[in-house]
């Protein structure tokens, strides 16, 4: 069964950290470009950090020198460690699997929340 499941989200002052990770079964993790996603209320989902088809990273402006994607495929995880966050951070978390052609995989999602 193909399966993402996030998790590490939560209840964080602003200027904290929190580390997310997304643990993939089901596939062939290494051949996988691994991102993620995030959505607020009213917001439409967007990109947060991806490694590209080549292995390279990607952040959005509003993450970069804040946020590090990372994976490790011994354990087919990719993680998001977010450090300086602000409130404007606040979103669920979507984990992100693409291997064109074959349609992009989706977690569930994990609640991240910074308020003070």
């Known amino acids: 069964q193909v399966q993402l499941v996030e998790s590490g989200g939560g209840l964080v002052p602003p200027g904290g950290s929190l580390r997310l990770s997304c643990e993939a079964s089901?596939?062939?993790?290494?051949?996988?470009?691994m991102g993620w996603y995030r959505q607020a209320p009213g917001n439409q989902r967007e990109l947060v950090a991806a490694f590209t088809d080549i292995g390279s990273t990607n952040y959005a402006d509003s993450v970069k020198g804040r946020f590090t994607i990372s994976r490790d495929n011994a354990k087919n995880t990719v993680y998001l460690q977010m450090d300086s966050l602000k409130p404007e951070d606040t979103a669920v978390y979507y984990c992100?699997?693409?291997?064109?052609?074959?349609?992009?995989?989706w977690g569930q999602g994990t609640q991240v929340t910074v308020s003070s």
């Open positions: 089901g596939i062939i993790f290494s051949i996988y470009a």
């Open positions: 992100n699997a693409r291997h064109v052609p074959l349609s992009p995989i």
